[in-house]
Protein backbone atom coordinates (compact mmCIF):
# COMPACT_ATOMS: atom_id res chain seq x y z
CA UNK A 1 0.00 0.00 0.00
CA UNK A 2 2.99 2.30 0.87
CA UNK A 3 4.74 2.10 -2.37
CA UNK A 4 1.38 2.47 -4.33
CA UNK A 5 0.09 5.69 -2.59
CA UNK A 6 4.10 7.03 -3.12
CA UNK A 7 4.00 6.00 -6.63
CA UNK A 8 0.30 7.75 -7.11
CA UNK A 9 1.80 11.26 -5.32
CA UNK A 10 4.61 10.82 -7.64
CA UNK A 11 2.50 10.34 -10.57
CA UNK A 12 0.40 13.00 -9.85
CA UNK A 13 3.33 15.24 -8.62
CA UNK A 14 1.42 16.19 -5.16
CA UNK A 15 4.21 14.87 -2.98
CA UNK A 16 4.18 18.20 -0.98
CA UNK A 17 0.33 18.87 -1.49
CA UNK A 18 -1.04 16.00 0.39
CA UNK A 19 -0.94 14.76 3.86
CA UNK A 20 -2.67 11.34 4.98
CA UNK A 21 -3.44 8.74 7.74
CA UNK A 22 -4.21 5.05 7.85
CA UNK A 23 -4.89 3.14 10.37
CA UNK A 24 -6.66 -0.34 11.05
CA UNK A 25 -7.46 -0.77 14.75
CA UNK A 26 -7.80 -4.72 14.05
CA UNK A 27 -3.89 -5.25 13.90
CA UNK A 28 -2.95 -1.49 14.80
CA UNK A 29 -1.04 -1.09 10.87
CA UNK A 30 -0.69 2.09 10.47
CA UNK A 31 0.72 4.65 8.38
CA UNK A 32 0.88 8.24 8.07
CA UNK A 33 2.54 10.75 5.57
CA UNK A 34 3.93 13.76 5.95
CA UNK A 35 2.10 13.68 9.68
CA UNK A 36 3.41 17.09 11.15
CA UNK A 37 2.65 19.40 8.67
CA UNK A 38 0.30 21.56 9.58
CA UNK A 39 -2.85 23.32 7.60
CA UNK A 40 -6.03 24.69 7.76
CA UNK A 41 -8.81 22.16 9.07
CA UNK A 42 -11.37 23.22 7.24
CA UNK A 43 -14.51 21.62 8.54
CA UNK A 44 -12.90 19.12 9.43
CA UNK A 45 -12.30 20.76 12.83
CA UNK A 46 -16.38 19.90 13.67
CA UNK A 47 -15.45 16.56 14.19
CA UNK A 48 -13.23 17.26 17.15
CA UNK A 49 -15.67 19.68 18.39
CA UNK A 50 -18.98 17.78 18.09
CA UNK A 51 -16.56 15.46 20.02
CA UNK A 52 -15.96 18.15 22.71
CA UNK A 53 -19.30 19.21 23.34
CA UNK A 54 -20.38 15.14 23.79
CA UNK A 55 -18.09 14.63 26.21
CA UNK A 56 -19.79 17.33 28.21
CA UNK A 57 -22.72 15.85 27.53
CA UNK A 58 -21.39 12.30 28.82
CA UNK A 59 -20.06 14.34 31.96
CA UNK A 60 -23.51 15.92 32.92
CA UNK A 61 -21.70 19.24 32.35
CA UNK A 62 -24.56 20.06 29.15
CA UNK A 63 -27.02 18.23 27.73
CA UNK A 64 -28.56 17.78 24.29
CA UNK A 65 -31.02 20.31 25.13
CA UNK A 66 -28.38 23.35 25.92
CA UNK A 67 -28.89 26.32 24.98
CA UNK A 68 -26.54 28.41 22.92
CA UNK A 69 -27.08 32.03 22.03
CA UNK A 70 -26.61 33.08 17.70
CA UNK A 71 -24.47 36.36 17.54
CA UNK A 72 -23.76 38.68 14.28
CA UNK A 73 -20.19 37.15 15.46
CA UNK A 74 -21.38 33.59 14.45
CA UNK A 75 -22.25 34.47 10.86
CA UNK A 76 -20.77 32.99 8.29
CA UNK A 77 -22.11 32.23 5.01
CA UNK A 78 -22.77 28.05 4.23
CA UNK A 79 -23.59 25.93 1.84
CA UNK A 80 -25.85 24.12 2.73
CA UNK A 81 -28.55 24.18 5.42
CA UNK A 82 -27.76 26.72 8.33
CA UNK A 83 -28.93 27.93 11.52
CA UNK A 84 -29.28 31.17 9.87
CA UNK A 85 -32.29 29.52 8.12
CA UNK A 86 -34.05 29.33 11.68
CA UNK A 87 -32.95 31.28 14.12
CA UNK A 88 -31.98 35.49 14.07
CA UNK A 89 -29.66 37.23 15.91
CA UNK A 90 -30.14 37.09 19.84
CA UNK A 91 -32.40 33.73 19.57
CA UNK A 92 -30.82 30.50 21.39
CA UNK A 93 -30.73 26.82 19.20
CA UNK A 94 -30.08 23.48 21.12
CA UNK A 95 -27.02 22.43 21.40
CA UNK A 96 -28.11 19.09 19.26
CA UNK A 97 -29.16 20.96 16.75
CA UNK A 98 -25.86 22.92 15.98
CA UNK A 99 -23.94 19.91 16.16
CA UNK A 100 -26.32 17.90 13.36
CA UNK A 101 -25.87 21.05 11.42
CA UNK A 102 -22.65 21.36 11.57
CA UNK A 103 -21.24 17.69 10.77
CA UNK A 104 -24.56 16.64 8.37
CA UNK A 105 -24.18 19.92 6.43
CA UNK A 106 -21.22 21.56 7.93
CA UNK A 107 -22.84 24.70 8.87
CA UNK A 108 -20.10 27.47 10.18
CA UNK A 109 -22.18 28.97 12.60
CA UNK A 110 -22.67 26.32 14.67
CA UNK A 111 -19.43 25.18 14.65
CA UNK A 112 -18.47 29.28 15.85
CA UNK A 113 -20.95 28.87 18.46
CA UNK A 114 -20.07 25.83 20.22
CA UNK A 115 -16.17 26.80 19.93
CA UNK A 116 -16.77 30.10 21.63
CA UNK A 117 -19.13 28.49 24.27
CA UNK A 118 -17.01 25.36 24.99
CA UNK A 119 -14.60 27.61 26.84
CA UNK A 120 -17.70 29.04 29.43
CA UNK A 121 -18.49 24.98 30.40
CA UNK A 122 -14.97 24.20 31.24
CA UNK A 123 -12.62 27.31 31.95
CA UNK A 124 -10.86 25.89 28.64
CA UNK A 125 -10.95 26.90 25.08
CA UNK A 126 -11.91 24.57 22.80
CA UNK A 127 -7.90 24.98 21.18
CA UNK A 128 -6.45 24.02 24.29
CA UNK A 129 -8.64 21.15 24.39
CA UNK A 130 -8.22 20.13 21.20
CA UNK A 131 -4.22 20.08 21.66
CA UNK A 132 -4.16 17.25 23.72
CA UNK A 133 -4.56 15.22 20.58
CA UNK A 134 -0.78 16.32 19.37
CA UNK A 135 1.92 14.04 20.26
CA UNK A 136 4.52 17.00 19.61
CA UNK A 137 4.53 20.16 21.44
CA UNK A 138 2.33 22.89 19.25
CA UNK A 139 2.88 25.95 18.60
CA UNK A 140 1.14 29.20 20.04
CA UNK A 141 -0.19 29.79 16.52
CA UNK A 142 -1.86 26.41 17.23
CA UNK A 143 -4.73 28.43 19.87
CA UNK A 144 -5.35 30.44 17.62
CA UNK A 145 -5.91 29.32 14.22
CA UNK A 146 -7.63 26.58 12.74
CA UNK A 147 -4.82 24.60 12.17
CA UNK A 148 -4.44 20.69 12.36
CA UNK A 149 -2.31 17.77 11.35
CA UNK A 150 -2.14 14.17 9.82
CA UNK A 151 -1.07 13.03 13.35
CA UNK A 152 -3.57 15.07 15.53
CA UNK A 153 -6.36 14.19 13.43
CA UNK A 154 -5.94 10.11 13.40
CA UNK A 155 -5.48 10.74 17.10
CA UNK A 156 -9.01 12.37 16.87
CA UNK A 157 -10.28 9.29 14.84
CA UNK A 158 -8.59 6.51 17.18
CA UNK A 159 -10.09 8.31 20.18
CA UNK A 160 -14.20 8.58 18.32
CA UNK A 161 -13.29 4.73 16.84
CA UNK A 162 -12.71 3.61 20.20
CA UNK A 163 -15.53 5.17 22.13
CA UNK A 164 -18.35 4.67 19.25
CA UNK A 165 -20.97 3.72 21.73
CA UNK A 166 -20.31 7.59 23.25
CA UNK A 167 -20.00 9.19 19.59
CA UNK A 168 -22.76 6.65 18.19
CA UNK A 169 -24.93 9.79 17.08
CA UNK A 170 -22.15 11.93 15.91
CA UNK A 171 -21.08 8.77 13.57
CA UNK A 172 -24.60 8.31 12.56
CA UNK A 173 -24.20 11.98 11.33
CA UNK A 174 -20.97 11.13 9.29
CA UNK A 175 -22.62 8.23 7.43
CA UNK A 176 -24.94 11.01 5.76
CA UNK A 177 -22.85 13.92 5.56
CA UNK A 178 -21.57 14.40 2.02
CA UNK A 179 -23.65 11.62 0.28
CA UNK A 180 -21.96 10.18 -2.57
CA UNK A 181 -19.31 12.89 -2.60
CA UNK A 182 -15.51 12.10 -1.98
CA UNK A 183 -14.99 8.87 -0.28
CA UNK A 184 -18.14 7.95 -0.54
CA UNK A 185 -17.47 8.65 -4.64
CA UNK A 186 -16.26 5.36 -4.73
CA UNK A 187 -19.42 3.41 -4.06
CA UNK A 188 -17.91 1.25 -1.73
CA UNK A 189 -20.87 -1.73 -0.81
CA UNK A 190 -19.65 -1.12 2.57
CA UNK A 191 -20.63 2.13 5.32
CA UNK A 192 -18.27 5.50 5.50
CA UNK A 193 -18.58 7.98 8.48
CA UNK A 194 -16.61 10.59 6.76
CA UNK A 195 -16.88 14.59 7.34
CA UNK A 196 -15.02 16.85 4.55
CA UNK A 197 -13.54 20.70 4.97
CA UNK A 198 -13.31 22.93 1.81
CA UNK A 199 -11.65 26.09 2.29
CA UNK A 200 -9.47 28.24 -0.56
CA UNK A 201 -6.88 25.74 -1.84
CA UNK A 202 -7.76 23.46 1.53
CA UNK A 203 -9.94 20.39 0.55
CA UNK A 204 -9.69 17.16 3.29
CA UNK A 205 -11.44 13.91 4.75
CA UNK A 206 -11.19 11.98 6.59
CA UNK A 207 -13.49 8.60 8.05
CA UNK A 208 -14.29 5.16 9.30
CA UNK A 209 -14.36 2.94 6.46
CA UNK A 210 -16.74 -0.01 7.65
CA UNK A 211 -14.98 -2.85 5.49
CA UNK A 212 -14.89 -5.89 6.84
CA UNK A 213 -12.24 -5.01 8.93
CA UNK A 214 -12.84 -1.16 9.41
CA UNK A 215 -9.92 1.35 8.55
CA UNK A 216 -9.13 5.04 9.61
CA UNK A 217 -8.43 7.30 7.02
CA UNK A 218 -7.68 10.76 6.29
CA UNK A 219 -6.52 12.37 3.61
CA UNK A 220 -5.85 16.44 3.39
CA UNK A 221 -4.91 18.52 0.50
CA UNK A 222 -3.82 21.72 -0.37
CA UNK A 223 -5.39 21.09 -3.47
CA UNK A 224 -9.10 22.30 -5.21
CA UNK A 225 -11.91 21.50 -6.88
CA UNK A 226 -11.78 17.95 -8.94
CA UNK A 227 -8.16 17.52 -8.60
CA UNK A 228 -8.63 17.57 -4.66
CA UNK A 229 -11.99 15.18 -5.28
CA UNK A 230 -10.46 12.99 -7.00
CA UNK A 231 -7.30 12.64 -5.54
CA UNK A 232 -9.05 12.13 -2.06
CA UNK A 233 -10.91 9.33 -3.77
CA UNK A 234 -8.77 7.36 -5.76
CA UNK A 235 -6.23 7.66 -2.45
CA UNK A 236 -9.30 6.22 -0.47
CA UNK A 237 -9.55 3.26 -2.81
CA UNK A 238 -6.34 2.39 -2.45
CA UNK A 239 -6.18 1.94 1.12
CA UNK A 240 -9.59 0.50 1.38
CA UNK A 241 -8.19 -2.26 -1.19
CA UNK A 242 -5.17 -2.53 0.40
CA UNK A 243 -6.83 -3.04 3.98
CA UNK A 244 -8.69 -6.29 1.99
CA UNK A 245 -5.41 -7.93 1.16
Known amino acids: MISTI ?7 QIEDKVSLFYHKPSTNDTYVYRENVMMLAASTIKVPVVMAWTDLVHQGAAS ?3 ELEYCERHYEESDAKALYDSYTYGQSA ?8 AIVYSDNPSNHMM ?5 DYTGMTF ?3 FAQFSNQRVSEEFYTRNLISAEIMLNVMKKLYA ?9 DWMKIAAKGQYI ?21 TMAILYQK ?11 AGDIAKNTIRDLAKIMALSSNQ
Not at 184 to 204: L, M, P, T
Request: include cysteine; glycine fraction near 2%.
Open 6 to 12: ETYLKEH
Open 115 to 119: REYYK
Open 184 to 204: QSNNFDFEVAQKYGEYDRYEH
Open 163 to 171: HQDQYSQLI
Open 94 to 101: PLKECMEL
Open 213 to 223: EPVLVGIFTEL
Open 64 to 66: YDT
Open 127 to 129: RQW
